[in-house]
């Protein structure tokens, strides 16, 4: 049987692993970038979903695994192309972060050292990353950007992270937000969102310093008159408008929302 014909059928048995459940995971992660939207996103990332959640893969088998995506020929697979289906490899492979992320918070496998080595390599990525495409017509989605947001976001929960890393990740979500060369129209802003809200929630920052960090997008909100300019202008403005809504009734950040206000308010 092909590959999608054999995932086919794990799915119709409700994901049930089969003996030789890593060979396939080796398989399925080789064609993690499909052009198929039905073999890449609905049935190996859904098949690496379950799997890894119920505990299928070793630690072992699952350390290898995050070793492969984020090699150059995952992570960073033809990394610089904007338009090509090179960034479904690349956009799949992000997404088996969170999953190994949030297994390593509920059942802790990985060393601090391999945690910051996601770190650097997630980073590098992002800012590399220059096909920022949401939907693709007939092919589905790359999201990169989003699918990022969401490495980011269980990256932070990650206890490894002191306050250094955290501020860092809060540098990379601004970078991302103020410096996209396209508008964001697939609510990656909802993402980036979430992601700054794990930051915060960790408690290691102050006040002061998350408001710094917020007022730091003025200066994108009155840049100057090119597209480049216009472009950033139009996503820090939603940006700050989908995370003055998250905190807006929240009473341990109603200084941060006082700040985002007037920020958001703006008009063109």
Do not use: C
């Not at 119920?54 to 338009?83: C, T």
């Not at 918070?105 to 990525?125: Q, T």
């Not at 800012?127 to 269980?154: I, S």
């Not at 860092?168 to 508008?183: M, P």
Request: hydrophobic residues 40%; without cysteine; negative net charge.
């Amino acid at each position: 049987m092909s590959l999608k014909e054999t995932l086919l059928a794990i799915r119709a048995n409700s994901f049930l692993a089969p003996p030789h459940a890593f060979d396939l995971a080796l398989e399925m992660v080789t064609h993690i970038g499909s052009p198929d939207p039905q073999l890449r996103d609905e049935l190996i990332y859904s098949t690496f979903s379950h799997w890894i959640e119920e505990g299928v893969l070793s630690p072992e088998q699952l350390q290898e695994l995050l070793a492969i995506a984020l090699d150059d020929q995952h992570l960073f697979y033809r990394i610089g192309e904007s338009g090509t289906d090179s960034v479904f490899t690349r956009s799949f492979s992000v997404l088996l972060l969170p999953l190994i992320l949030i297994l390593h918070r509920n059942h802790p496998f990985l060393a601090k050292e391999a945690i910051l080595y996601v770190k650097d390599k997630l980073f590098s990525y992002i800012r590399q990353e220059t096909d920022l495409r949401g939907y693709v017509e007939e092919k589905g989605w790359a999201h990169a950007t989003a699918h990022a947001a969401d490495a980011l976001d269980d990256l932070a929960q990650s206890s490894e992270l002191d306050q250094t890393d955290l501020k860092q990740i809060l540098g990379v979500i601004r970078e991302t937000v103020a410096g996209a060369k396209s508008v964001y129209t697939y609510e990656e802003d909802e993402r980036l969102v979430t992601a700054v809200l794990s930051v915060w929630n960790r408690d290691e920052l102050s006040l002061d310093e998350i408001d710094g960090w917020v007022r730091s997008f003025a200066n994108r909100l009155d840049s100057g008159y090119s597209i480049e300019a216009y472009t950033g202008r139009i996503n820090v403005k939603n940006f700050l408008r989908s995370l003055y809504y998250r905190i807006h009734d929240q009473e341990k950040y109603k200084r941060i929302a006082a700040t985002l206000l007037p920020l958001s308010s703006q008009r063109a």
